[in-house]
């Protein structure tokens, strides 16, 4: 069976503005059924372990997806969720494939947070799919190729848009922002309308651009798995 890391934000702090913030639900709840369903074996990992703040302007009742309803009413889910290793803990040989949910936090800690670097640059060192969506691709930072380059450049990427950012009054309250990043390190990035659903995959690299974009991530890593290991990513899957 194949197996998937999904890596979550501890932090909690939305800069200075002494509102909360988090990971975002959607993008972690709908790429978990997509891995899940496919039969894969997923853990969720984050940098302090325990239960990862979930943005909650991200749990709105009237922003509900199948997928965060589906998340609600199963506890084995939410008991996974509260129990998040503790990322230092991970090795990257255990793993298949990584997964980044979004949501403003990891602009603060995931992006600068060496135990994630050297998680991505040894997967993909390994020919192993990274995957991110949303503010996720903010992870991609500071990671470097084996040849030392910037993992993106020359990539084709997406991530949230600058004018998303701006949409939603927060440019001037982020660490950076997630376009100009990509695009500072040579990527080659893409967006689609503003809240609509782009996913990118070059090679082993996958990102998507927003909430909307979480599951059409999912199944592109999910496509990469696949590939990778010659059979179905599911149940009976051999590993490499």
Known sequence: MAKVLMVL?????????????GFWLEEFAAPYYVLKDAGLDVTIASPKGGQPPIDPKSDDPKAQTPA???????????????????LASVSA???????????HGPLWDLAEDRDSIALIERLYAAGKPVAAVCHGPAV??????????????GKAVTGFANSEEAAAGLTNVVPFLVEDALKANGGKYSKAADWSAHAVADGNLITGQNPASSESTARALLKQ?????GVTAGAGARRQ
Do not use: C, W
């Open 225 to 229: 798995l696949e590939a990778r290991l």
């Open 93 to 103: 040989g255990d793993y298949d494939a990584v997964f980044y949910p979004g949501g």
């Open 9 to 21: 934000t501890s932090h909690d702090q939305l800069g200075d503005t002494g509102q909360p913030t």
């Open 68 to 86: 965060m309803q589906r998340f609600r009413q199963d506890s084995a889910a939410q008991r996974a969720l509260a129990n998040t290793v503790e």
């Open 140 to 153: 991609l930072r500071r990671a470097k190729a084996p040849d030392g380059a910037p993992l993106v450049k």
